[in-house]
């Protein structure tokens, strides 16, 4: 077998033991439990090092995964606040965020 077929297979080769890549999660609640059992098993710590690593690569990716699910929601949280005039306006969190350290610089 030539250096060439040795490097073509090892490319197409890329989890260990033959283990297909687990599929991404569809909810953050599929994936934020499927993260606390990764990190119950690495805990554990009886998992080789093969599948610790692949264990620890696969929390990375639910963790990102996470992360953006929640970065989305937060960025569609409207909340209802006061508005000059007294009636209720919506804003979006980060506006509200702002304004409330303003008003907590003005009250000092």
Request: overall charge negative; glycine content about 8%; charged content about 35%.
């Given at each position: ?90 804003a979006d969190a980060p506006e509200l965020e702002a ?10």
């Amino acid at each position: 077998m030539s250096a060439h077929e040795v490097n073509d297979q090892h490319q197409h080769h890329e989890e260990p033991r033959g283990r297909p890549a687990p599929a991404e999660p569809r909810t953050f609640e599929e994936a934020f439990a499927r993260l606390e059992e990764v990190i119950g098993r690495l805990e554990a710590g009886d998992a080789g090092l093969e599948e610790a690593l692949a264990l620890f690569e696969e929390g990375v990716t639910l963790a990102r995964f996470c992360r953006r699910q929640l970065d989305q929601a937060e960025a569609r949280i409207r909340v209802l606040v006061e508005g000059p005039a007294g009636a209720a306006e919506e804003a979006d969190a980060p506006e509200l965020e702002a304004d409330l350290l303003k008003e907590a610089g003005e009250a000092e």
